[in-house]
């Protein structure tokens, strides 16, 4: 880099050591130098401007068991910052908050009416956020970006274009009306894909850059990562082939409980797990639905993995062995079918690891000017 202007230089290596010190731990002066290849001067101003900006701290020395004066030691500020993740659905709303290094440090889960009108719905997501926030004493201004998941399409700038479930939510500018309450981007996803993101990150696909992520509720939709990335479309509404009724993947949770009940669904899932021989029955004949629309999927992004998600899937279940026994011999090359690991939490978590990569996008560009906390941009 010859030449380079050197507030570039000075941006450049602010980068490599925040993420050297974020991603590495607690090291010394020394040790962090090293890690990045800076000299120990260039190093030491660097956390000097990383410190004034709230990014990193000096902790106490180590005593240790020579002579002379411990090294001081430097840690990344994972407290600087928080990210909201909000899973809105239609009888519920569940939230999680994770510092800066996606270690979450609350949850909670809010009752909404299923039958509420948009302009409700999203007073009550409002109402929940705040009192969540002041239960676990993360001021608003802490948040360095939200990220909510949703039934339905969603396009770019965060309207739901398209969704059945809950009334009245297609159309919602759901990243508009949410972004009133915040100063930070807010970011709006697909339910299925943020559970694809969830899975990658924390659950049964970690690692797997080529996934389908089945997400198994009311209806059943799917999201998929290609290359470790999510593949939204031009307009968002990339993998929802359960538009297309010949390939099985409406009315999940009516084809087991006659009616669409998430609760009588389950309790259909949890009585075929006990050996109940009519809802194995039932559950069989979903599977063998659903089966097509999965395999298309899959057919058509060749994926490692096929991760099943959502209330309906549970970790090992009856609905995710039998997926797996139709699914395969409908693939032309070999794929695993797994349960997801997550539980309740894989939109919540998914949607955190999305607020997360906005942060980073922020911390880590070279673009502009160093701030401590992320502008306000979001889509």
Do not use: Q
């Amino acid at each position: 880099m010859l030449g380079a202007d050197p507030s570039v230089l000075r941006r450049l290596n602010s980068a490599a050591t925040l993420r050297a010190l974020r991603d590495g731990g607690e090291a010394t002066l020394s040790e962090l130098a090293a890690r990045v290849g800076l000299s120990r001067p260039t190093t030491e101003g660097v956390l000097g401007e990383l410190i004034r900006r709230g990014l990193a701290a000096e902790d106490a020395p180590r005593p240790g068991a020579g002579l002379g004066r411990p090294a001081r030691r430097y840690r990344f500020r994972a407290e600087a910052g928080h990210a909201l993740g909000i899973d809105i659905r239609a009888h519920r709303v569940r939230l999680l908050v994770a510092d800066l290094t996606g270690e979450v440090v609350g949850g909670r889960s809010t009752a909404l009416d299923p039958l509420a009108p948009a302009g409700e719905r999203i007073a009550a997501v409002r109402a929940a956020v705040m009192a969540f926030l002041g239960a676990v004493r993360v001021g608003r201004r802490s948040l360095w970006a939200v990220a909510a998941g949703t039934p339905g399409v969603v396009a770019p700038d965060g309207t739901v274009t398209s969704c059945t479930v809950p009334p009245g939510w297609a159309g919602v500018r759901l990243a508009r009306e949410l972004g009133r309450s915040f100063r930070c981007p807010v970011l709006v996803e697909n339910d299925a894909n943020l559970a694809a993101l969830a899975e990658r990150w924390r659950g049964a696909a970690r690692a797997t850059d080529d996934v389908v992520c089945v997400y198994a509720a009311l209806d059943a939709g799917t999201g998929a990562l290609i290359g470790g990335r999510l593949h939204r479309g031009r307009r968002g509404a990339a993998g929802e082939v359960g538009m297309l009724p010949e390939l099985g993947l409406r009315d999940t949770a009516a084809a087991l409980a006659g009616e669409p009940s998430l609760d009588r669904a389950v309790r259909v899932l949890d009585a075929a797990a006990a050996g109940d021989e009519a809802a194995k029955a039932l559950v069989n004949a979903l599977a063998a639905r659903m089966a097509r629309g999965v395999a298309a999927m899959a057919l058509a992004l060749d994926p490692e993995m096929i991760v099943v998600a959502g209330p309906l899937a549970g970790s090992g279940g009856p609905l995710v062995d039998e997926l797996r026994r139709r699914v395969r011999p409908l693939c032309l090359a070999p794929v695993r079918v797994e349960g997801s690991r997550l539980g309740d939490e894989a939109v919540g978590l998914g949607a955190v690891r999305l607020a997360l990569d906005r942060i980073d996008e922020d911390l880590f560009r070279l673009d502009h000017a160093a701030s401590t906390a992320p502008r306000r941009r979001g889509r």
